[in-house]
């Protein structure tokens, strides 16, 4: 796929206000042995100075093919769950410098090859985080997503537009970008260890009044690539609502959540 900045800048551009940005993509990787050499070749190294996987007690190969790869790799001893990966993963891309982190899922659900496109806003200093859309791209149901999967997004951000007062086309894409001032501003440890804190972290960031922009992606689902069942999806659907619930009580001053308490004072 050919890709076109949006604003109309060249990519030589961009290629030269991204150096001086340090950008880690991060791997929070389970059971990924299968698709995890794919993914990690198609990441363009022009545009991404550091990998780093998070492994988070793999019980197949995972962990050896990354160091056969060569892949700066964080071993958790103990499964922590999609929430606690995320955790690490940005914790330790913090810690070794980075501007502006990328996650990327090792099951090649999402292409790698689109890491540009969500890094564009973020070199141009327009928003704080991007999301790629599978909404916005518009071969979500030709890309393989599951109807009941479909329909189930659509309802859910309906809800949390509402709530939130913004509008997003989704909040469940897994391929995103983070700034360094977007992560050091929310509360990661106050985040559930589980699936939703996907929208914790998004929801943090609408908080604390945190630029967030959408761009255009496709995605792939096959045996391979990782999906929760429809009954944790159900779950996961309570977990949200549930969030939103607290958020709301923080909004009117009924009841102070730590979820929606920054980490520190922003930079000017």
Known sequence: MA?????????????????????????????????????FKDIPREWVDEILLVDDASQDGTWRLAQQLGIATVRHSENRGYGGNQKTCYTEALKRGADIVVMV?????????????????????????????????????????PLWKFYGNVMLTALEN????????????????YSKRYLQAVNLDANSDDFVFDTEIIVQGIAQNLSIREVPISTRY?????????????????????????????????????????RQTLPE
């Not at 509402?162 to 970008?177: D, K, N």
């Open 222 to 262: 096959f045996e391979s690539a990782s999906q929760i069942s429809f009954w944790k999806s159900v779950r996961y659907a309570l977990s949200i609502v549930g969030v939103l619930t607290r958020f709301l009580l923080h909004h009117w001053g009924v009841r102070t959540s730590r979820l929606f308490t920054s």
């Open 105 to 145: 899922h090792p099951d090649y659900q999402y292409d790698p090859t689109l890491i540009p496109r969500l890094l564009e806003p973020l070199l141009r200093n327009e928003s704080d985080a991007v999301f790629g859309s599978r909404m916005m791209g518009g071969q979500f149901i030709e890309g393989g997503m």
């Open 3 to 39: 890709l076109v900045p949006t604003s109309g800048i060249s990519m030589n551009s961009l290629l030269e206000l991204k150096r001086n940005k340090k950008v880690i993509a991060v791997l929070p990787a389970y059971n990924a042995e299968r698709t995890l050499e794919q993914t």
């Open 162 to 177: 509402m709530v939130l007062r913004i509008f997003l086309s989704e909040y469940h894409s897994g391929f995103r970008a």
